[in-house]
T-cell receptor, first 113, second 114 residues
């Protein structure tokens, strides 16, 4: 059974650009969550999608957005990139109930220059 | 608000030593508690979980007990191996509703030397 797949693995962008990250969950999983991981702030929750609807949202500016498609694949977008957006972005999937085991991808390492 | 406080690292141990990584939490309601592990270059993997007070989660020789009276969920292992070297994260679920939002501690790097 394939795990959670995140693409691309690495990205380099410059300030002011926008970026789209992709996440393919485990087959059958309907919930996809996104986290930002940085050395200074640790792991912070961005948002969770379930059946194409945003179910929960963290405390990030509106430059961070996401969506989920009917096949449960998800994308997150960051517009007007800032240096502080450099981070490892992790996607996690689960069946869709509350307090479930999350299955994480290996992440997308974003560097903003 | 809800938060997790985790033991600062790095923790350096010799193989077969006893491991304790402290974790305390602040939460309204009754969250579920988790330990996740992150090996170099990989995403996080669930190590164990506990969903109510006095529950003990266990996996691969690791254990943690949900202590409501001390708001703690300390991770223990009787005899660590070099392969246990990783970053360990304590986390709690958002007790507010039907969601998988997790609040993580800062992580503790464990280095086990042969």
């Amino acid at each position: 059974k394939a795990g959670v797949t995140q693409t691309p693995r690495y990205l380099i962008k410059t300030r002011g650009q926008q970026v789209t990250l992709s996440c393919s969950p485990i087959s059958g999983h309907r919930s996809v969550s996104w986290y930002q991981q940085t050395p200074g702030q640790g792991l912070q929750f961005l948002f969770e999608y379930f059946s194409e609807t945003q179910r929960n949202k963290g405390n990030f500016p509106g430059r961070f957005s996401g969506r989920q498609f009917s096949n449960s694949r998800s994308e997150m977008n960051v517009s007007t990139l800032e240096l502080g957006d450099s981070a490892l972005y992790l996607c996690a999937s689960s069946w869709g109930g509350a307090n479930e085991k999350l299955f994480f991808g290996s992440g997308t390492q974003l560097s903003v220059l | 608000g809800n938060s997790v406080t985790q033991m600062e690292g790095p923790v350096t141990l010799s193989e077969e030593a006893f491991l304790t990584i402290n974790c305390t939490y602040t939460a309204t309601g009754y969250p579920s508690l988790f330990w996740y592990v992150q090996y170099p270059g990989e995403g996080l993997q669930l190590l164990l979980k506990a969903t109510k007070a006095d529950d003990k989660g266990s996996n691969k020789g690791f254990e943690a007990t949900y202590r409501k009276e001390t708001t703690s969920f300390h991770l223990e292992k009787g005899s660590v191996q070099v392969s246990d070297s990783a970053v360990y994260f304590c986390a709690l679920s958002d007790p507010g509703g039907a969601t998988n939002k997790l609040i993580f501690g800062t992580g503790t790097l464990l280095a086990v030397q042969p």
